[in-house]
């Protein structure tokens, strides 16, 4: 009995120390969140937009599908996908329609549209993204529902769950050279400003790539962090935080 017991705490102590995080819950309800440089976004079932500011939402103006917040600025789309940028506290309409955005790359902005091809705009042409008639986005070959971007490189999945890195992607040449298929199946991918990589499955469990460096943008292998019960839907971490979205709409926040 002792044995059994002792390796019971064991299998308990392993599962916590794996995640090494502790996570609660925060007030609210969203239906998609995103955090970088040291800012948190979100946005409800209805459209509303936050932001966390102080342990408290605020709610901006406007109403939203899709919000990012990174390196590039604030950008977002809407229910007819029109893309915006906040410019000066309020939302300037942006040329081009995407469903689902990304501002997490070195200053430059990706994103795929309701048939799941994927854009990018180059650093040069989001920093001057001012006006309706910019940027200018680059056409990448392939099929993707969700793209990503961090300092080592673009991350994504498509409609059936394969996980795919853009190699040779920079600032200036943000739409790469190839695609490399990852190992793993995975629902939606997120990329931090650090370049930690996250991802939930269909099954609506949480996993880490692990091994990433400059050197191997892609990292080595996939770790599941088993940190609650609740089935997950969406995931973003930014300053050692990761922030996560349930499929019934709660929030929580790790560390």
Known sequence: ????????????????????????QIDGNLNQIDAGNGQVFGVDGNGAIYSRNEGNWNTISGRLTHVTVGPAGVWGVDKNDAIYRMLGGSWALMAG???????????????V??????????????I???TYDSPAYHHLIGK?????????????VNSGDQIYFRTGVTPSQCFGT??????????????????????????G????????????????????????REKLKHVTTDLGQIWLITKSNKIFQCQ
Request: charged share 15%.
């Open 1 to 24: 009995m002792k044995w059994l017991l002792l390796t019971l705490l064991s299998c308990i102590c392993f599962q916590e120390c794996v995640s090494g995080l502790f996570c609660h």
């Open 97 to 111: 329609l995407l469903k689902q955005i990304d501002s997490g790359g070195d200053r430059f902005v990706s994103g």
């Open 113 to 126: 549209n309701m048939n799941d091809d994927i854009f990018c705009a180059q650093r040069n042409n989001t």
């Open 128 to 130: 001057s993204a001012a």
């Open 144 to 156: 993707l529902k969700y793209y990503t971007c961090g300092p080592f490189g673009c991350w994504g």
């Open 178 to 203: 190839n695609w490399q298929q990852i190992s793993g199946s995975l629902s939606m991918i997120e990329v931090g400003t650090d370049g930690s990589v996250y991802g939930v499955n269909s099954a």
């Open 205 to 228: 469990n949480l996993y880490r790539r692990d091994g990433i460096t400059s050197q191997n943008p892609t990292g080595t292998h996939w770790t599941h962090i088993n940190i609650m």
